[in-house]
């Protein structure tokens, strides 16, 4: 069971000769003895993927402490019973090591990936509100933990003792009830904070800034109109696309107009505002050319409803890009053009959230101004971490401004050159923001992606100005988090604006002993202004179990979540470590875990064999990727910016985004069946076949992969020609064909594409094209370009070091 | 020969010049001892729709330090065609184009009667006007409406290739571009934070970019002049800037309870400053100032934005309690200078109820020719009228205003220079006639007068340098030439040259020659130029006891009496008058600080050095006239004695008029009796002063406040305050007479005035 050993014999005999070799020559002489281990013999993903699909046939109910949710990959209805859904929360370990020693002795992360505002499928009922009236939620008195299934009524429902540390707290009269006689207040069911891991608290205004109910949240548009801009027809399609997207600014009651207030900046080396007052016949421009000191020039009409100027505001976004159509000016500023949305919702008092498109190294003489500094031979070197750490510090403390004023900013590149991801990234992953990058952005062909992403992005359920705080129960703490947002203390995660996509990673580490009787508990709690200027605490309850057993540790383990800590732990590492360094450590740490295992929990055997936990078994080929990925072993045609890019990315994906970026799906599209996905083959070449299509998807990319001998029906069935020669490797999209196959793969694609917070770009690869060498990059169980190791290959390496560590 | 009225007279009106002294004594201890120095009134610009210009450069003379201009007074050698400088005695050929002159064919500056004459000159391409509106919007709704009204109604007075340009400021400050379609774009600068020139350029896009980065394309064409985008022809963006100050709004930054609104003034006006400095420079343009309210923000700020402090007063600044004052003044002067050196005017248009800044800021106008405006509020027909009359047009139908002027001043060598106090600056002329002692804005023979109009007047101050042993020959003439350089308002460049000469003479042997040349009004407009020039920058007592000296040290010289007896005391015709003006300057808000805030000071002073002599005397003495049914209007004394029951007084202090209606009169007025057919005389009696008033009001600029009280009315306050106080409170019974109204001041009347003048300047141990 979690004895993996059908490769013991095999990997045995390959590494004593693999050591042997070693010694002689540096050069891994894997190639030659390749064929010797069968890849079908070692741990396969989609075997434990399809297995896990195939367990999971009801719903998961999160009553019972310490139970394993399916995995990510998995399809499965969750019913909350007392601890906060897999969706919300998801754990490296289910059962906790009771002491600090056991826990680095295994060397098992105990970590969890919150998700606190994630949207929930239909057929799961959102966060109920509650209303504790006017003196606020219910609290514990030492730990101030809020009132949860945890808390232990007692004395006869007069006053309650909180599961976290244990004090025993007043219940106010108006709150007070009845027990029954298991001791379970008589209303248990009918309050969602007593019988359920996740819902939300009507805040009061003692929760408030200054002590004032917030306004409602407003959007502003800063848009870059220099020459880069206008002629790449950025400017046009966003203001195109605005007059549209307007109506469909975030509101928590459909029927109801959003109440979210709009504004709008262009600017290249100097900002221009826009008076888009109702009243106006004509919108104004107001030019603020001293970006040194940057100033909102308007107050009234800056920041409108956008029924109230509808007519103004078209009327803006149709002169917007006739008027720069003759611009010749290149040079961009960048810290103005975030200082003035901030500045803007300083002075209307309320949070929001800034929407940046910007296309180029902010070089015009102003605060914040970059220079380029993309030096290749850094990279390697000890000095490569500077390369990814924001090269003037003027963006850290605009990033604190923006945080204390609830000023979310999201940053849409479109460059054409080096930009400097790593410092313009700054505010918007210090906010909770989010970066876009469209690198060569070309209108015809990366309009699609960019008006998705947008649309999204501003439609998406939306919170600001929040606070995190997670609460553990006594004996363990909460030390780490990773994640895009600000930390001015070591407990609360500050985030200017918190979206249905974000994910927090939290890192827990012992400070005392936990028993197994009681487990160990957390809840996270997040205050935030809602997208209709409400105050609320959204509040996710979890307990796992806790084992004096290093065996019952290994055994709830998971592998995704415990991939996703460590992705994050290691793109953070880069910053200050050479990567190589980074990668080391991550090796080490997980040789470690295994070695533990196979020291402490496995039967007796050679120290030949290799033997890993059930739970664990996809560790070293996940691993694998995360050491392959273009941050920490870029190829030589992998920028700084889109490593810079990727490590903010990873930063704040939850479990299913970090999995499938890893390890990415690739499905075989030879039958479709409607209902049913195609079960996915390993990403590996030897897996593809020269007559199949295939659908490779990394929550990033969308590839479809023709074989060279596609069979004729197939190709007539994507894209209505029988001719391989005939499809053009420049399409985006597949033609509409009146035919099954067709339909069932648009669907597939749409599927996929709706599950992804970013929308995929569809790149039709053909075999033995040149862009097949991008596609090969996602083939992770293969050698990569860049001098990644092959599945086999990291696995034997795996093997040495834990034999290392186990002698 | 004439007398020396008809002579002063005559002089004048040719030459726009009265003379302190029109014999000049001839040597400088006897020129010290006349106490008042050899100075003039020269109204440069002096309407003369009598002398056409002529079409030809001037004729100058060769020697590179002289320069002076041919004028009537130089001998002319026409056989060897040859002229003889009558400042340096340089012999000059005449030019070529002179090949035809003979005793009978002279050019016109040869002829006596073209003792000033004007040339109209080729200068470069023809410079528009500009005028660039700065507009406060910290405005009441009503006030900004007036404003917008008037300053619409402008755009149609101006020529239509005049340059226009908006500048509004409240909590920040906008520049307006003016030539974009579509969408109304401006500039926006914060209100707080003082820029350079050269920063100012930057940000609003005039420099050109130096980035050699952009090769590569093709120049647009609009980069030819980028300054057209702030100031625009007026026919181009007439409809345009309508709408424009059609839509202007209030400040929309709410001002909190207790607060004032931040105004940016001091920003706004540098951007003025800075875009004209950078776009025009020594152009002709007006930048107009429209406030309603003090600066209460950033550099130039004058008080703070708190209620509860209030803005100084002479109180204050005596106490050394002004915060603001120093800093302010020292901001607007840097700007002003900025302006002046660039040939640029600033007018401030000031109206509010309480005090605007006009203390810190009059150095604006004051240097560089602008004017100033005070009022209550922009919706006054005050207001309206004299922004209006701004616009005024001459004979020709050109504006009565010219830019740029340069006024220089050549001597004999007799004479020289020792200042001009008028609204100019000095361009620091270092010429051989120039004095080193001080009168005025001195050491140089050379100012620039940014704007000036028929009335600018500056009064010039000379000193005769002869010792005394060697005095200038009797017979001999001393000369002077006044040449002023200017822009037209038809964009023309001109010069006009006015040469003057007077005989010299000698003090001790022709003193009653001397005393009878004497022109007391010029005068005393001369002494009380000094005066409150003076007081700008000493303490008030110090100036008056200063004016008493030389009154007295006057008196001394040229009374008839007998030592130690005030009773002989007498004084010629010709100085007759002197005392009585010297009395009510010392009355008036020129010196007087008393019951006037900072800011009317300011109004009062600024107006005072640069009207010409009639309005001066007007402002020193007021004029009072009486309507009654005993006879004709009539000029009466203005004195206490003058205000009877049944007369209407009309008095004019050149900013109020006041018609003052007498007890009786009043009662009938009351009682309706001019409705009545039968008292239709009454009724002509009534509209007699106002017809006058009327036609002071038509020509008057700034309008005068009108005030129309009577007896008892709390306006007649304005009245009493300007007569002599021959009656009052306290010597009412011991004069015993039934006739006038007595005051209730302490002040001293101008008899007593007189008794302690005559006391003075006889004794003997003084």
């Not at chain 1, 992360?109 to 239909?122: F, G, R, S």
């Not at chain 1, 939290?506 to 957390?522: I, N, P, Y």
């Not at chain 2, 952009?214 to 064409?221: F, I, K, N, S, Y």
């Not at chain 2, 006009?496 to 042997?509: E, P």
Request: one cysteine or more; glycine letters at 6%; a neutral charge.
């Amino acid at each position: 069971m979690y004895l993996f050993c059908c490769c013991r014999l095999f990997l045995h005999n390959l590494l004593d000769k693999l050591l042997n070799v070693k010694q002689a020559s540096d050069l891994p002489p894997v190639q030659k003895s390749r064929h010797r281990i069968d890849p079908d013999a070692i741990p396969s993903p989609i075997q434990v993927i399809e297995d896990d699909k195939a367990k999971c046939n009801e719903p998961f109910t999160t009553g019972v402490r310490g139970q394993a949710p399916p995995l990510v990959t998995t399809n499965f209805q969750v019913k909350d019973q007392g601890n906060a859904s897999p969706r919300f929360i998801r754990c490296t370990a289910y059962n906790m090591p009771c002491t600090a020693d056991m826990a680095k002795q295994s060397q098992v992360p105990l970590a969890a990936v919150i998700k606190p505002l994630a949207t929930l499928p239909p057929d799961e009922t959102p966060p109920y509100l509650v209303d504790h009236g006017e003196t606020g939620p219910i609290r514990c008195n030492r730990c101030k933990a809020y009132m949860c299934p945890y808390m232990q009524f007692i004395e006869g429902g007069r006053r309650f003792q909180c599961g976290f540390c244990s004090c025993v707290t007043e219940v106010p009269p108006h709150y007070f009830q009845h027990l029954d006689h298991t001791g379970k207040r008589v209303d248990c069911y009918d309050r969602p904070e007593l019988s359920l891991g996740s819902y939300e608290f009507l805040a009061t205004v003692d929760y408030c800034k200054n002590n004032k109910l917030p306004q409602p949240p407003a959007f502003i548009f800063l848009i870059d109109v220099s020459y880069n801009a206008v002629k790449s027809g950025m400017v046009s399609i966003v203001c195109q696309e605005l007059k549209t997207l307007l109506d469909y600014l975030p509101r928590e009651n459909p029927d109801m107009d959003s109440v979210v207030r709009v504004g709008f900046v262009t600017y290249n080396k100097v900002l221009h505002f826009y008076n888009v007052k109702g009243s106006l016949a004509q919108p104004q421009m107001l030019v603020v050319s001293d970006v040194s000191d940057m100033f909102v020039p308007l107050l009234d009409g800056f920041l409108v409803n956008v029924n109230d100027s509808r007519l103004v505001i078209e009327s803006l976004l149709d002169q917007i890009p006739e008027m720069f159509a003759d611009t010749r000016e290149t040079e961009t500023v960048f810290g103005p053009v975030i200082q003035a949305g901030l500045e803007a919702l300083k002075a209307a008092d309320c949070a929001g959230k800034l929407f940046v498109f910007h296309t180029s190294l902010p070089i015009a003489e102003a605060p914040g101004k970059l220079k380029n500094r993309e030096d290749k031979k850094l990279i390697g070197t000890d000095k490569e971490k500077s390369l990814f750490q924001p090269q003037a510090s003027f963006y850290n403390s605009l990033a604190k401004d923006c945080v204390a004023q609830g000023c979310c900013v999201d940053l849409f590149l479109f460059p054409n050159q080096y930009v400097d991801v790593a410092t313009l990234g700054v505010v918007p992953v210090s906010t909770g923001g989010s970066v876009y990058k469209y690198t060569y952005f070309q209108a015809q062909s990366d309009q699609e992606r960019f008006l998705n992403d947008l649309r999204r992005d501003i439609q998406k359920p939306v919170g600001f100005d929040a606070v995190m705080r997670v609460r553990t129960s006594t004996g363990i703490r909460a030390t780490d988090f990773f994640g895009s947002f600000f930390m001015s203390n070591t407990t609360d995660v500050e985030l200017a604006g918190l979206d249905c996509d974000k994910a927090i990673t939290v890192e827990f580490k012992h400070d005392d002993k936990l028993s197994e009787e009681t487990g160990a508990l957390m809840q996270c709690a997040v205050l935030y202004t809602s997208c209709s200027g409400q105050r609320r605490l959204r509040i996710h309850n979890m307990a796992v179990n806790c084992c004096s057993q290093l065996a019952d540790l290994y055994r709830n383990c998971e592998t995704d979540t415990i991939i996703n800590f460590f992705s994050k732990y290691a793109f953070r590492g880069i910053l200050n470590n050479p990567t190589k360094a980074v990668r080391d450590t991550l090796v080490n740490q997980c040789a470690q875990i295994l070695a533990c295992y196979r020291k402490n929990c496995a039967s007796p055997s050679s120290a030949g064999q290799l033997i890993l936990p059930e739970c664990m078994k996809l560790l070293p080929v996940y691993l694998n990727c995360v050491l392959k990925s273009d941050v920490l072993l870029p190829g030589a045609d992998v920028s700084l910016d889109d490593r810079a890019y990727l490590r903010q990315l990873i930063s704040c994906m939850d479990v299913a985004e970090t999995h499938v970026f890893f390890y990415p799906r690739l499905l075989p599209l030879t039958k479709l069946e409607s209902g049913s996905l195609p079960v996915a083959v390993r990403d590996s070449e030897e897996r593809l076949s020269k007559g199949g299509v295939y659908l490779l998807e990394t929550g990033l990319h969308l590839f479809l992969w023709v074989g060279a001998s596609a069979q004729q029906e197939l190709l007539l069935n994507i894209f209505g020609t029988q001719s391989f020669s005939q499809i053009d490797p420049a399409t985006t999209s597949l033609p509409v064909l009146e035919n099954p196959f067709s339909q069932r793969l648009r669907e597939i694609i749409e599927s996929f594409r709706a599950q992804r917070s970013r929308y995929m770009k569809l790149m039709v690869v053909k075999q033995e094209d040149r862009a097949e060498l991008i596609f090969r990059h996602f083939l992770v169980e293969d050698k990569s370009a860049s001098g990644g190791a092959s599945y086999v290959d990291f696995l034997c390496h795996m093997h040495k070091e834990i034999r290392q560590l186990l002698s | 020969m004439a007398t020396y009225q008809e002579f002063i007279q005559q002089n004048e009106d040719r030459d726009g010049v009265r003379f302190s002294w029109n014999l000049w004594p001839s040597s400088r201890l006897e020129a010290t001892r006349l106490v008042v120095p050899v100075s003039c009134l020269f109204t440069p610009l002096k309407e003369r729709p009598d002398l056409p210009p002529v079409q030809y450069e001037p004729v100058l003379c060769s020697r590179a330090n002289c320069k002076a201009v041919l004028n009537p007074l130089c001998q002319v050698d026409f056989r060897a065609k040859i002229w003889a400088c009558n400042f340096c005695f340089q012999r000059n050929p005449f030019p070529p184009s002179y090949a035809g002159i003979s005793e009978v064919n002279q050019p016109a500056e040869l002829m006596p009667q073209f003792s000033t004459i004007e040339y109209i000159v080729q200068r470069g391409p023809p410079a528009p006007l500009i005028f660039l509106y700065v507009v406060d919007t910290c405005l009441e709704e009503e006030d900004l409406q007036a404003l917008k009204e008037s300053l619409q109604m402008s755009l149609s007075l101006l020529p239509p290739n005049a340059l226009v340009g908006l500048i509004t400021f409240g909590r920040m400050v906008q520049v307006h571009e003016l030539s974009c379609e579509g969408i109304a774009k401006s500039y926006v600068f914060r209100g707080t934070k003082e820029l350079s020139s050269k920063q100012i350029q930057e940000m609003l896009g005039l420099t050109k970019p130096a980035a050699p980065g952009q090769q590569g394309r093709p120049m647009a064409p609009q980069d030819a002049a980028p300054s057209c985008r702030f100031l625009q022809p007026v026919h181009r963006v007439d409809m345009n800037l309508t709408d424009l100050l059609g839509e202007l709004q209030r400040d929309p930054w709410p001002v909190p309870q207790g607060k004032r609104p931040l105004r940016s003034t001091g920003v706004a006006l540098s951007v003025a400053v800075g875009l004209l400095e950078g776009t025009f420079p020594n152009t002709g343009a007006r930048v107009m100032l429209f406030i309603g309210g003090p600066p209460t923000q950033g550099p130039g700020m004058v008080v703070g934005d708190e209620l509860k402090t209030p803005i100084r007063s002479w109180h204050d600044i005596q106490k050394d309690n002004a915060r603001h004052l120093k800093k302010a003044t020292k901001y607007y002067e840097a700007l002003a200078n900025r302006s002046a050196v660039n040939g640029h005017s600033i007018d401030i248009y000031a109206c509010a109820l309480d005090q605007t800044g006009l203390l810190e800021m009059k150095c604006l106008s004051n240097l560089t020719g602008g004017h100033i405006v005070m009022g209550d509020s922009f919706n006054t027909s005050l207001f309206k009228q004299t922004f209006q009359r701004v616009f005024s047009k001459d004979f020709n139908g050109d504006f009565r205003m010219a830019f740029g002027g340069v006024l220089e001043v050549k001597t004999s060598r007799e004479l020289k220079v020792c200042g001009a106090i008028g609204p100019c600056v000095s361009l620091n002329s270092k010429g051989s006639c120039v004095s080193e002692n001080e009168m005025g804005t001195g050491g140089t023979n050379q100012w620039k007068v940014c704007s000036l109009n028929p009335s600018t007047t500056l009064g010039i101050y000379f000193e005769v340098v002869n010792q005394h042993n060697a005095p200038v020959p009797q017979g001999g003439r001393g000369a002077i030439q006044f040449v002023t350089q200017y822009q037209h308002s038809n964009t023309q460049r001109r010069i006009r040259v006015t040469t003057i000469a007077r005989n010299w003479a000698d003090a001790q042997s022709q003193i009653q020659h001397i005393e009878s040349s004497f022109d007391q009004e010029a005068a005393a407009v001369l002494m009380a130029r000094l005066g409150v020039f003076r007081a700008e920058s000493e303490e008030g007592p110090d100036v008056l006891r200063w004016l008493d000296r030389q009154l007295i040290r006057l008196c001394q010289k040229f009374g008839q009496f007998n030592k130690d007896d005030p009773t002989s005391f007498k004084l010629s015709e010709s100085l007759s008058l002197y005392p009585q003006f010297m009395f009510h300057l010392r009355r008036s808000p020129f010196l007087q600080v008393f019951n006037n805030s900072p800011d009317e000071s300011s109004y009062y002073r600024h107006h005072f050095v640069r009207q010409d002599l009639t309005q001066s005397l007007i402002m020193i003495q007021p004029i009072l006239y009486s309507y009654s049914f005993y006879g004709p209007p009539e000029p009466v004394l203005l004195d206490s004695s003058s205000i009877l029951p049944d007369r209407i007084l009309l008095m004019d202090t050149f900013f109020q008029l006041v018609i003052y209606h007498g007890e009786t009169i009043a009662q009938w007025r009351k009682a309706g009796y001019q409705e009545m057919a039968e008292y239709e005389n009454f009724k002509q009696l009534l509209q007699a002063p106002l017809d006058d008033a009327q036609e002071i009001l038509q020509t008057r600029f700034p309008m005068p406040r009108y005030i129309d009280t009577e007896h008892g009315g709390s306006q007649a306050r304005f009245l009493l305050s300007k007569v002599n106080p021959s009656q009052t409170h306290n010597n009412l019974y011991a004069w015993g007479q039934e006739t006038g109204a007595p005051i209730l001041t302490d002040d001293v009347s101008l008899q007593v005035f007189m008794d302690h003048l005559k006391k003075l300047a006889v004794s003997s141990s003084t």
